[in-house]
């Protein structure tokens, strides 16, 4: 069964994140995914608040940029996220976009980066002790004193072709943006595959995508807006009633997605009143 959860845009005040989240729980959804942008909320900082806040609430972070964390400390938190909240938490990484320059932290090698941090970040979490000297990533006999008691997945943010092989091979599941179409994930699954069999994997591969949506007055022109400044391609996004995204929603459960998020527009008048609209009538559609 396909899951389906709500984006928190940081745009939005980090004080309102409790009150979303509780609503997010109570009113039935499966998720609740958060992002680190510049230079709002911190990503772990949130995640860690919102899973606090909800009692049975997944909460995924999507993405953290891996030119801004040693993996170390990706490691730590992740490990604290999944011993505090087992089950609930889901951790992304990924390249980062161009603020990763105004902070000083660009990569000349943006796929070796993340190759290197996704091999070290899964050995850590599984306990193991590390000793690296890559291009990127280096440690020296590291180990986590309080790794995951069970198996703490990591995925991979990804766009490029590139990044979706590397994602396949190393990662253990794919988030993709909210300009992906239909056709898009399943061109990101044969591209995920071909990466999984290049590198002997045959563990199941969790895809999550994001799906830009708006309801009401002025849903379509504010749904092309973000999609324009995504520079996304035909077929991607949803403006309508529930029947109108919860069709969009099973489109992309049908390519390939286990996960679907319902990101409201930037220019969404209601975020509350957004995550009423996900639970109490696109939910019950999906589900039937």
Same mark, same amino acid.
């Given at each position: ?26 009113? $039935? ?39 801004? #964390? ?30 990763? $320059? ?83 994930? +399943? ?13 002997? #994997? ?73 995550? +009423? ?12």
């Amino acid at each position: 069964m396909t899951s389906l959860g709500v984006v928190f845009r940081p745009q939005l005040p980090p004080e309102r994140l409790r009150a979303y989240a509780r609503l997010a729980q109570d009113s $039935g959804l499966d998720e609740l995914w958060l992002w680190e942008d510049c230079f709002l909320a911190g990503g772990v900082s949130a995640a860690a608040a919102a899973l606090a806040w909800t009692e049975r609430l997944r909460v995924g972070i999507g993405l953290l940029p891996v030119p801004l #964390r040693n993996v170390a400390v990706t490691a730590m938190e992740t490990a604290a996220l999944h011993r505090m909240f087992p089950g609930r938490a889901s951790v992304v990484v990924g390249h980062g976009q161009d603020w990763m $320059g105004q902070v000083g932290a660009r990569a000349a090698s943006p796929l070796t980066l993340l190759g290197e941090h996704l091999d070290a970040l899964r050995a850590l979490l599984r306990g193991e002790k590390l000793t690296v000297q890559g291009r990127y990533v280096t440690l020296d006999g590291v180990a986590l004193d309080w790794p995951p008691p069970r198996p703490a997945p990591v995925l991979a943010g990804a766009t490029g072709p590139r990044t979706l092989r590397l994602s396949g091979a190393k990662a253990d599941g794919t988030l993709l943006t909210c300009a992906t179409s239909p056709d898009g994930v +399943r061109e990101a699954r044969r591209l995920i595959e071909e990466g999984r069999a290049a590198a002997g #994997r045959a563990q199941p591969h969790r895809v999550v995508v994001y799906l830009l949506a708006a309801t009401g007055a002025g849903a379509a022109e504010r749904v092309r807006a973000d999609l324009a400044a995504e520079h996304a391609g035909p077929g991607a996004g949803v403006a309508g009633d529930a029947a109108a995204v919860a069709e969009a929603v099973r489109r992309l459960a049908d390519a390939g997605a286990d996960t679907v998020v319902l990101q409201p527009t930037s220019g969404e008048p209601d975020p509350e009143g957004f995550v +009423r609209f996900a639970a109490e009538q696109v939910l019950p559609l999906v589900r039937r």
